[in-house]
């Protein structure tokens, strides 16, 4: 599967971005998919991830009851609703998919990446 991330870009300390991420494909249902985010200098972190039916979801304690991911099946898009956003959540955010059915919050767990898109937060 190839996906496509977008929807990043500037947003003031309390305001909100959505992140989008299409992916390719005809089994874009049967993975379960995830939010990363990487800031310089930082390893890869776990944001939240999402069953292949969306009834499963997790999320990181840093941006729990702020983030809210969801997906489409049928649009083959996974989205990343970031409300009250804070500085400290600018980096690069990346979606993942991966094989299986377990919600996992780790990269290597992940089969496939999308390029990545630049969230900035200014305080």
């Known amino acids: 599967v190839q996906l496509q991330a977008s929807g990043g870009g500037l947003s003031q300390a309390g305001g909100s971005l959505r992140l989008s991420c299409a992916a390719s494909?005809?089994?874009?249902?049967?993975?379960?998919m995830g939010w990363f985010r990487q800031a310089p200098g930082k390893e890869r972190e776990f944001v939240a991830g999402?069953?292949?039916?969306?009834?499963?979801?997790y999320y990181s304690d840093s941006v729990k009851g702020r983030f809210t991911i969801s997906r489409d099946n049928a649009k083959n898009t996974v989205y990343l609703q970031m409300n009250s956003l804070k500085p400290e959540d600018t980096a690069v955010y990346y979606c993942?998919?991966?094989?299986?059915?377990?919600?996992?919050?780790?990269?290597?767990?992940?089969?496939?990446w999308g390029q990545g898109t630049q969230v900035t937060v200014s305080s």
């Open positions: 999402i069953s292949w039916s969306g009834g499963i979801t």
């Open positions: 993942a998919a991966k094989y299986g059915t377990v919600v996992a919050g780790t990269a290597p767990q992940y089969n496939f």
């Open positions: 494909g005809r089994t874009f249902s049967t993975y379960v």
